[in-house]
């Protein structure tokens, strides 16, 4: 089982997070656990329970400061702990590194808020995470981001099947989905996909896959590992050209997709 610790200012902030979809369940499969510390209860300033200041030099907002986040982080840290820092200082988290967190026995998220934290602070933290290039009030949509994408690795969260065949799984994005009814408004789901024939569908999956990476995310398909299958694919892209498997398997499943058909005309 996965510990997930998240240190925030904010707590309530996590309590529709944690009763809701996969996160609930994972947790009453006991494939992970939370705990959500308020780093404000382990502030020294007892009468006003502060945890800010001004920005030593000037400018604008005010900075966490070290005794509330150190001793927060001291009283919750154990020695298997590894500790991410919310920060947009840290590399920005991708799939490989929720693989990476999933695999930890614990796991401790500290949110950042305010116009930042103390400087210092970065040296006390295993490494720093930055969910993307923009800015959020605090670590909180982060921590939650960071969460889901690790417990869905979880063994048990969800079924094995559905993280196999999502997107960046393997670098690529997800091949296009569709459901009934065949034809909508004058646009028909690919034949293929009725055919049977699940050695053609999943080769019709592979190019769709890569057809979709180089459209919408040439910066992923750019660092792909294609394979002898692979630049198949792309060369059937290029040329309109489909597998013989494929041929195959429209011709023998012509009559799975009549009979798709006289069902919506019925």
Known sequence: MLNIT????????FTSFLNNSIIARAIAKGAVSFKIVNIRDYTADFK???VDDRPAGGGAGLIMRMQPLCDCLKANRTAESHVVLLSPLGKTYNQEKAKELSLKEDLI???????????RFNSRVDEMISIGDYITTGGEIGAMAISD??????????????TQEESFNDGTLEYPQYTLPYSYEGEKIPDILFSGNHE?????????????????????????????KDLKRIHELETGEISKTEKLALEKGERFI????????N
């Open 6 to 13: 998240i240190l925030t200012l904010f707590p309530d902030f």
């Open 258 to 265: 009549q009979a798709e058909i006289k069902k919506e005309e």
């Open 48 to 50: 006003h329970h502060r």
């Open 149 to 162: 994408s690790v417990v869905r690795l979880l063994k048990g969260a969800i079924a094995d099947e559905s």
């Open 200 to 228: 053609a569908i999943e080769i019709f999956h592979r190019r769709e896959a890569l057809k979709l990476t180089k459209e919408y995310r040439p910066d992923l398909y750019q660092k792909l590992k294609l394979s002898k």
């Open 109 to 119: 998220l500290i949110c950042g808020h305010y116009e930042g934290i103390d400087s």
